[in-house]
């Protein structure tokens, strides 16, 4: 069984910064793609990116690129959401999931595991 946790979260002003760091134990976590989500209030649950096992392959959320930075170290298990220039509409609680399947995808039923949730709020 993979267990994940995020870590991380807090408040910022808009044009500020904040690392999220996920953590995964339990599996060959070298070999499985990672992702980061969010739930935004009042909304649904969506994807914000993704890095495949060896690191060479991401995607990102068109309203994140060039803002959002995601990488991993599979020697430490662990993955990390570099966030800059954050807007109030970023507000949200992020989750990091994980699965074991082929390429980079980005929908929610993709992913088998799941992290507990780490708030980010952005002030104006």
């Known amino acids: 069984q993979v267990h994940v946790v995020e870590s991380g979260g807090g408040l910022v002003q808009a044009g500020g910064s904040l690392s999220l760091s996920c953590a995964a134990s339990g599996g060959v976590l070298s070999t499985y793609t990672m992702a980061w989500f969010r739930h935004p209030p009042g909304q649904e649950r969506h994807f914000v990116a993704v890095i495949d096992w060896s690191g060479s392959n991401t995607y990102y959320r068109e309203s994140v690129k060039g803002r959002f930075t995601i990488s991993r170290d599979n020697a430490k298990n662990t993955v990390t959401l570099i966030m800059n220039s954050l807007r109030p509409e970023d507000t949200a609680v992020y989750y990091c999931?994980?699965?074991?399947?082929?390429?980079?995808?980005?929908?929610?039923?993709?992913?088998?595991?799941w992290g507990q949730g780490t708030q980010v709020t952005v002030s104006s």
């Open positions: 999931a994980a699965d074991g399947g082929p390429g980079i995808p980005t929908t929610i039923n993709s992913y088998r595991y």
